[in-house]
C-alpha cells in the first residue's frame, strides 16, 4: 500500500502533537512559549485592591520548619504559588530568583510550592535556585486563593494587594522593581 502525501503529512502532524503533548519536548515548548509571551504584572487599580484580613496561614520550609505568616504583617510580601510540573511556573523562575536575589533582603518572599517536597528539592537543586520555599500548613487566606498556578501577590505594607497576577509575568521588569522600590518607601 503506498502512502499519498497527504497520509504522510498528516502522520507527521500526528507524531509532533503527540511528542509536544507527552513528553518532556513538549513541556519545555511550552516553557519557551510562556517565557517569550511574559510581560510585566500590573499593579491593581486602588479601588480595585482587596485588603488581606487574614494572616492567620501556616507555612513550612521542605525541612519541616514553620513559618506563621502572621510575623510577616507590616512588610512588604511577594507570594508565589508554583508547581515544578507547571510550564508557565517554570518559565517564570529565572526572572522571580533574579527579584528574589535583589531583594531578597527587604521583601519577604513565599514562593509556595503545590507539589510534593522531594520533588521541589530536586529541581531547585538541578536548576541551582536558592529560595524561600514553603509548603502549605493551613488553608490559604480567601485573597490570595486561585484555582490556577502561577499565581502571584505583592502585598504592601497595609495589607493592600497591589499586585494579583495570574499566569507567567516577567518579574524583573523595570515596573516591579519600581513599585517594590515605591512599596519600600511607604
Known amino acids: 500500500m503506498k502512502l499519498s502525501k497527504e497520509q504522510i503529512s498528516n502522520g507527521i502532524w500526528i507524531l509532533a502533537i503527540i511528542l509536544i503533548v507527552f513528553t518532556p519536548v513538549g513541556f519545555h515548548l511550552r516553557v519557551l512559549v510562556s517565557k517569550i ?55 517564570e523562575l529565572p526572572s522571580l530568583v533574579e527579584l528574589y536575589e535583589d531583594y531578597g533582603n527587604k521583601v519577604v518572599f513565599a514562593f509556595v510550592a503545590s507539589d510534593e517536597r522531594d520533588k521541589v528539592t530536586s529541581f531547585l537543586e538541578k536548576k541551582g535556585y536558592h529560595l524561600p520555599v514553603y509548603f502549605e500548613a493551613s488553608q490559604t487566606p480567601n485573597e490570595l486563593f486561585s484555582k490556577s498556578i502561577p499565581a502571584t501577590y505583592i502585598i504592601d505594607r497595609s495589607g493592600n494587594i497591589v499586585v494579583d497576577e495570574k499566569g507567567a509575568a516577567n518579574w524583573n521588569s523595570e515596573r516591579t522593581r519600581t513599585l517594590l522600590d515605591s512599596l519600600l518607601l511607604e
Open 37 to 91: 509571551i511574559a510581560t510585566s504584572a500590573d499593579v491593581v487599580e486602588v479601588d480595585e485592591q482587596k485588603s488581606l484580613k487574614n494572616y492567620h496561614w501556616s507555612l513550612v520550609t521542605s525541612e519541616g520548619k514553620p513559618m506563621d505568616f502572621q510575623s510577616k504583617k507590616g512588610e512588604v510580601v511577594l507570594v508565589n504559588f508554583w508547581a515544578t510540573w507547571c510550564p508557565p511556573c517554570v518559565a
